[in-house]
C-alpha cells in the first residue's frame, strides 16, 4: 500500500479536510455558546445584585434605619467591576 496511489490519497485528503472543517465549526460554536452563556450570567448577576439592593432597602425601613439606597450601589458595582 502506497501513499502514492490516487485510490487512497484522494479519499484520504478529503477525510482529512472534513474533519478539519467540521473541527473548526464546532470550535466556533463553543466559542459563540461561551459568550452567550457569559452574557446570560452577568445579566443574572445584576439581577441578584438588585434583588438583594430591594432586600436590604426594605430590611433597614423595618429597621428604621436611614435609606442606605443598596440598591443604586450595587447596580454601580457591577458596572465598576467589568471596566476593570
Do not use: C, W
Not at 500500500?1 to 490516487?6: T, V
Not at 450570567?41 to 432586600?55: A, K, P, Q, V
Not at 433597614?60 to 443598596?70: F, L
Amino acid at each position: 500500500m502506497s501513499f502514492r496511489n490516487p485510490n487512497i490519497l484522494i479519499p484520504a485528503t478529503i477525510d482529512l479536510l472534513a474533519l478539519g472543517s467540521s473541527t473548526l465549526y464546532l470550535r466556533s460554536q463553543i466559542l459563540q455558546n461561551r459568550e452567550e452563556q457569559e452574557a446570560r450570567l452577568d445579566e443574572i448577576e445584576g439581577t441578584l445584585r438588585g434583588h438583594i439592593g430591594l432586600i436590604e432597602d426594605a430590611l433597614d425601613r423595618v429597621e428604621g434605619k436611614p435609606n442606605a439606597n443598596k440598591q443604586e450601589e450595587l447596580y454601580g458595582a457591577r458596572g465598576k467591576d467589568r471596566k476593570e
